[in-house]
């Protein structure tokens, strides 16, 4: 692989077409809700399936470890964050844009002892519209309670609704006191052009909005943003047949438990998988987003490295075993996506139950590519 090659597929500006191959032995590559978390399969022809989510989650898992070691790490956060608030993550475009706000902005100081109380019990179920200032009792200052004033009349009852099991009437009374001083003082409108200033500092500052796109129109409105790289379900190459295995725990969970020594659980797993994904970048999608080359090249790096990052018992050995990348000299391509595909073959060398990947044979057409047309090689 030259220099020269190299960096052609990390140029943004360019469109790349792009297969991963991959394998799994002895685990789960991506349970099944709906299916006891069984390995996904298609039911018609049990080829094993692997969604495009799955492999997502991987991917953000690494930028999220790699982001400090690239030369602006504040470009690199992650908006679909594990366990992550995804109108926490917009509302940060309204904080941290010098020229947006959230709301007009509502503060109160707390003399009352017993609501100062309820709001330290309340506080880690505050959205992050409240923000609790507390002090120690060797302080002069007293206690705040600010808000943001982003909340419509429904969401600030539906604030209130979901407090209801821990709300005092006098803490509520508060809560609705700033909400009145905030309605008084009017509403910023919110122009198209805020949106789009919001919409431009999310992709700016994360990521996974720059490359895979987002929905960002369920709290603060940030628009939202078609993504330029797109994964499809990966697919095995044969049938896989899932398995569920009983496993026994030596150790049991309640007191009640203890004379039964030991309990049943549940392993689901298939012995060997190859699969096959497809991905697609586009070059005019990337330029409303602002995708970088280093963006790429970190996109490349997690192809290849995201596996070891994500290893547990129930996965299994998952390792990537080839990616090819087609560049285009045209942005809109140079040949059909298709034809490009198929000239990378994967097949059994015999027939027979694979349990390893060298039980298969990859062939690559890489001859006679159509002009205008570059194969990079990452591994395979």
């Not at 030259?2 to 349970?31: M, R, S, W």
């Not at 519209?129 to 539906?158: H, I, N, W």
């Not at 490009?340 to 060398?349: G, I, M, P, Q, T």
């Amino acid at each position: 692989m030259t220099e020269q090659t190299t960096k052609l597929h990390c140029d943004p500006a360019k469109k790349h077409d792009f297969l991963i191959v991959f394998d799994v032995t002895d685990g789960n590559p991506n349970g099944d809700p709906d299916a006891g978390n069984l390995p996904r399969t298609d039911p018609e022809t049990m080829e094993g399936l692997v969604t495009d989510v799955a492999l997502k989650r991987k991917v953000r898992n690494f930028v999220g470890i790699a982001a400090e070691d690239q030369t602006e790490p504040g470009r690199f956060k992650i908006f679909v964050e594990h366990h992550g608030v995804l109108n926490d993550q917009i509302r940060r475009a309204y904080v941290e844009h010098e020229e947006l706000e959230a709301g007009q902005h509502s503060e109160k100081e707390v003399s009352d002892a017993q609501i100062v109380e309820k709001l330290r019990e309340i506080e880690p179920r505050f959205p992050g519209a409240f923000r609790f200032t507390d002090v120690d009792a060797q302080s002069d200052e007293q206690p705040k309670l600010a808000y943001s004033g982003e909340f419509s009349d429904t969401e600030f009852k539906a604030v209130l609704d979901d407090l209801s099991d821990i709300l005092d009437p006098k803490t509520k009374k508060l809560l609705n006191s700033l909400k009145t001083e905030s309605d008084k003082a009017g509403k910023p409108k919110k122009s198209r052009d805020d949106i789009g200033k919001a919409r431009g500092w999310m992709c700016e500052n994360f990521y996974d909005i720059r490359m895979f796109g987002a929905v960002m129109s369920t709290g603060l409105n940030a628009g939202q943003v078609r993504g330029p790289l797109q994964l499809t379900f990966s697919r095995s190459v044969d049938p896989i047949i899932p398995q569920d295995l009983a496993i026994t725990r030596m150790a049991v969970t309640d007191e009640r438990d203890r004379d039964k020594l030991q309990t049943i659980g549940r392993k689901t797993l298939i012995p060997y998988g190859l699969y096959v994904g497809k991905g697609f970048y586009s070059p005019h999608l990337a330029k409303q987003t602002g995708v970088t080359s280093e963006d790429l090249e970190l996109f490349w790096d997690a192809l290849v490295y995201m596996w070891d990052i994500d290893r547990s018992a129930s996965r299994g050995m998952m390792s990537p075993r080839g990616i090819y990348v087609f560049t285009h000299e045209k942005k809109y391509g140079n040949a059909p996506v298709h034809e490009l595909f198929e000239r990378v073959s994967v097949a059994l060398k015999e027939e027979k139950s694979p349990r390893r990947f060298s039980d298969y044979e990859v062939t690559v057409d890489d001859g006679s590519l159509p002009e205008g047309v570059t194969l990079t090689r990452l591994i395979g």
